[in-house]
C-alpha cells in the first residue's frame, strides 16, 4: 500500500517528500524503463575496468544516486528549474554483461548509448571510471565531432598502458583519433600532478586541445576558466565530462587517483553555472570511488555536481527547442 499524504500536498510532488523516505533514484526522478516520453535520461555506469590503479568506481552510480536525494528542484543561484524545464528520469544503470574483456565491455557500452541518443534524449551519466567517456561520445558524436569542455586533475589523452589502448587514462587521445572530438574545441581544466613521463599530456597540446592547468586556474581564478572555456567550445554541440579528482582531495577522497592542490567544491559550483549559454548535448560525472570515501563526502559533493550539469543540460536543451533562456 503506497503512502499519501493527507494534510501537506506539496508532498503529493515525491520530489518535495522528506528526502530521507522513498526508493532512491537520481535527484528522486521517475524510473523510466522506455525511451519514450525522456528529455534527458540520468544513467549510471557501474563499471571500473579501465582503472589503472584503486578500483572502486563500479559502485559509484549507487553512492551518487544516493546523494543526490539529498537535493531540492531548483538552482538557488541560476533560477533554473531542471525537472519543470524537462522530463528528467533514471533510465538505470547500463551494467556490463562482460566486464573482464574491456574492448567488448566498452562496446556494450556504445550499444546502450547509440539506443539513448537514437530516441533523442540527453545522457546525463555518472560512472564508473572515465574510459566510459569513450564508448558515450560513440553515441554522442555519431553525426560528427564535438567540442569538450572537460574539467580533471589528468588529461586522460595518454596511450598504450600495460598493454591496453583503452583505460581511464586515455578515452579523449581515442576520442580524437575516432573523430568524435574536435581537438579545436576541447578545454581541460584543472591538470595537475606529478608524472613518470615528461611528455604525458604532450598530445593535448599537440593535437590543439586548450590545457588550463591548476596554477592558471589558482592565479586568474574560475571566472578566467569560464570564460576560456566559453571562448574553446564556441557555438557548437559540446560535451561537458567531469572528473571528480579535479577537485581537492580534502574534498573528494574517494576517488581512485587523488592529486593535492585542487579546485573546491564552491569553485566548482561557481565554474560550472558561468558555462551557461553553451550548447551541451551530454555530460557525465566519473571516478566517485566509494571504498576510499569519507562519510560520503565524495558522492554527495558529486551529487553537487551533477545537478549542475542537470542544470546546464535542461537549459541547453531548451534554448535548442526554442526557449529563451532564464
Given at each position: 500500500?503506497?503512502?499519501?499524504?493527507?494534510?501537506?500536498?506539496?508532498?503529493?510532488?515525491?520530489?518535495?517528500?522528506?528526502?530521507?523516505?522513498?526508493?532512491?533514484?537520481?535527484?528522486?526522478?521517475?524510473?523510466?524503463?522506455?525511451?519514450?516520453?525522456?528529455?534527458?535520461?540520468?544513467?549510471?555506469?557501474?563499471?571500473?575496468?579501465?582503472?589503472?590503479?584503486?578500483?572502486?568506481?563500479?559502485?559509484?552510480?549507487?553512492?551518487?544516486?544516493?546523494?543526490?536525494?539529498?537535493?531540492?528542484?531548483?538552482?538557488?543561484?541560476?533560477?533554473?528549474?531542471?525537472?519543470?524545464?524537462?522530463?528528467?528520469?533514471?533510465?538505470?544503470?547500463?551494467?556490463?554483461?562482460?566486464?573482464?574483456?574491456?574492448?567488448?565491455?566498452?562496446?556494450?557500452?556504445?550499444?546502450?548509448?547509440?539506443?539513448?541518443?537514437?530516441?533523442?534524449?540527453?545522457?546525463?551519466?555518472?560512472?564508473?571510471?572515465?574510459?566510459?567517456?569513450?564508448?558515450?561520445?560513440?553515441?554522442?558524436?555519431?553525426?560528427?565531432?564535438?567540442?569538450?569542455?572537460?574539467?580533471?586533475?589528468?588529461?586522460?589523452?595518454?596511450?598504450?598502458?600495460?598493454?591496453?589502448?583503452?583505460?581511464?587514462?586515455?578515452?579523449?587521445?581515442?576520442?580524437?583519433?575516432?573523430?568524435?572530438?574536435?581537438?579545436?574545441?576541447?578545454?581541460?581544466?584543472?591538470?595537475?600532478?606529478?608524472?613518470?613521463?615528461?611528455?604525458?599530456?604532450?598530445?593535448?597540446?599537440?593535437?590543439?586541445?586548450?590545457?588550463?592547468?591548476?596554477?592558471?586556474?589558482?592565479?586568474?581564478?574560475?571566472?578566467?576558466?569560464?570564460?576560456?572555456?566559453?571562448?574553446?567550445?564556441?557555438?557548437?554541440?559540446?560535451y561537458l565530462s567531469f572528473d571528480i579528482d579535479s577537485l581537492d582531495p580534502s574534498e573528494a577522497p574517494g576517488t581512485g587517483t587523488p592529486e593535492a592542490g585542487g579546485i573546491t567544491a564552491l569553485q566548482a559550483l561557481r565554474l560550472l553555472r558561468a558555462l551557461r549559454g553553451i550548447d551541451f548535448v551530454g555530460g557525465d560525472l566519473v571516478e566517485v570511488s566509494p571504498?576510499?570515501?569519507?562519510?560520503?563526502?565524495?558522492?554527495?559533493?558529486?551529487?553537487?555536481?551533477?545537478?549542475?550539469?542537470?542544470?546546464?543540460?535542461?537549459?541547453?536543451?531548451?534554448?535548442?527547442?526554442?526557449?529563451?533562456?532564464?
Open positions: 500500500m503506497i503512502k499519501h499524504p493527507d494534510k501537506y500536498h506539496d508532498f503529493e510532488d515525491p520530489q518535495a517528500q522528506p528526502r530521507y523516505t522513498g526508493i532512491a533514484t537520481f535527484f528522486r526522478t521517475p524510473v523510466a524503463q522506455q525511451l519514450d516520453q525522456v528529455d534527458i535520461g540520468v544513467i549510471g555506469v557501474p563499471f571500473d575496468g579501465g582503472v589503472t590503479n584503486r578500483s572502486g568506481t563500479r559502485h559509484g552510480p549507487r553512492a551518487v544516486r544516493e546523494q543526490s536525494t539529498l537535493l531540492r528542484r531548483i538552482n538557488s543561484v541560476t533560477r533554473i528549474e531542471p525537472f519543470a524545464a524537462a522530463r528528467v528520469r533514471d533510465l538505470g544503470d547500463c551494467w556490463i554483461e562482460q566486464p573482464y574483456e574491456l574492448q567488448g565491455a566498452l562496446r556494450e557500452i556504445e550499444t546502450f548509448y547509440r539506443g539513448v541518443t537514437g530516441a533523442g534524449i540527453v545522457p546525463l551519466s555518472v560512472g564508473g571510471d572515465h574510459a566510459i567517456s569513450l564508448p558515450i561520445l560513440r553515441a554522442v558524436a555519431a553525426h560528427g565531432p564535438v567540442g569538450m569542455v572537460h574539467i580533471d586533475a589528468h588529461c586522460d589523452t595518454g596511450d598504450d598502458y600495460m598493454g591496453s589502448r583503452f583505460h581511464h587514462g586515455a578515452p579523449f587521445r581515442r576520442a580524437v583519433e575516432e573523430g568524435l572530438l574536435d581537438p579545436k574545441r576541447v578545454i581541460q581544466i584543472g591538470i595537475r600532478g606529478t608524472t613518470n613521463d615528461p611528455d604525458m599530456w604532450g598530445f593535448s597540446q599537440r593535437s590543439g586541445m586548450r590545457v588550463l592547468p591548476m596554477e592558471e586556474f589558482d592565479d586568474n581564478g574560475w571566472r578566467h576558466a569560464a570564460a576560456e572555456a566559453r571562448r574553446v567550445a564556441g557555438g557548437g554541440p559540446t571504498p576510499f570515501d569519507v562519510g560520503s563526502l565524495t558522492a554527495f559533493n558529486g551529487a553537487s555536481v551533477l545537478f549542475e550539469i542537470l542544470c546546464l543540460l535542461a537549459e541547453a536543451l531548451g534554448v535548442r527547442r526554442g526557449a529563451r533562456p532564464a
